[in-house]
């Protein structure tokens, strides 16, 4: 039997009196081990640390990253990334006669604790819409699934986790490590613009060439957003989530002069007040 501390034979000992582990240890006392990292009762554990039970499955807990991440990217980023993490959202079926376009197969390990996913999995979600560690969107999602899976781990105070969604010494050997070349389309020469744009006709198109805006930008424009000669897109339809001011050249305001007829005008995105 080990020795009992001097003090600890005492009812009723003063606090100044109690001796410490130096004492103790001459005494020849036994000394308690002091439980450390994932040994550590869930009473004293730090709060973060019993945040994630391993058992969460992926979908809850890439639920939890875009919560907890969502000031990082503008809202439409974070629309996209739901999307391609399958949070609250499936693809749509194929119209009939019609193949899919292809996607990340996330449902192979959506509802499977994140612990228990391993390299073989991650290849087989990636492997429809593989081609290469630079080409999206498949970097992209390889990339997310990895901050989901590593952001789990820390909430569920894992220290030792291993992921199974990195590049490097792991998916390298599972996938090919090569990106196909891309063809981008010809660059149409600025001076056969203005003669292109007259063909076409279109409004909604000339509107988007000389503001170099995005589709989603020009067709929810509101006229509220047009003061003068400048456009202010408001920060929730800004791919960065900031306000972003474009100036509006003559011929950019004609395509949207009082002229143009009420329907031409929806089209553009602006109504007539």
């Known amino acids: ?54 058992s969460v499955t992926f979908r809850e807990a890439a639920r939890r990253y875009l919560e907890s ?20 959202w499936a693809p749509p079926t194929p119209k009939e006669g019609k ?11 959506a509802d499977r604790p994140f612990r228990a996913i391993r390299p073989t999995d991650v290849r087989d979600v990636l492997t429809p819409i593989w081609r290469g560690p630079n080409h999206k969107p498949a970097s992209l999602v390889r990339s997310l699934v990895e901050r989901v899976l590593d952001a789990a781990a820390v909430e569920a105070g894992i220290d030792d986790y291993s992921n199974p969604a990195v590049w490097k010494g792991k998916l390298e050997h599972l996938l090919s490590g090569t990106s196909p070349e891309v063809e981008h389309f010809a660059a149409m ?17 000339t509107f988007l060439v000389l503001t170099a805006s995005r589709l989603s930008e020009a067709t929810g424009a509101d006229w509220s ?10 920060a929730d339809r800004y791919k960065t989530g900031k306000e972003h001011k474009v ?4 011929a950019a305001l004609a395509s949207l002069g009082d002229g143009m007829p009420a329907n031409v005008r929806c089209s ?3 109504q007539r007040r």
């Open 268 to 270: 553009v995105g602006l």
């Open 225 to 234: 957003e047009i003061d003068g000669n400048v456009w202010t897109i408001p």
């Open 247 to 250: 100036p509006l050249s003559q």
């Open 69 to 88: 991440h969502a000031n990082d990217w503008a809202p439409s980023e974070r629309v996209r990334y739901a999307r391609l993490l399958w949070v609250d």
């Open 1 to 54: 039997m080990p020795a009992t501390c001097p003090c600890e034979t005492v009812e009723t000992v003063d606090r100044k009196t109690r001796c410490g582990p130096r004492e103790a240890l001459k005494a020849g006392a036994a000394i308690p081990a002091v439980p450390t990292g994932n040994n550590l009762p869930a009473a004293t554990m730090p709060r973060h640390a019993t945040a994630v039970a391993p």
């Open 99 to 109: 193949e899919a376009d292809p996607v990340a197969r996330i449902n192979l390990i």
């Open 189 to 205: 020469d600025y001076k056969a613009v203005p003669a292109f744009l007259a063909d076409a006709a279109d409004l909604l198109l």
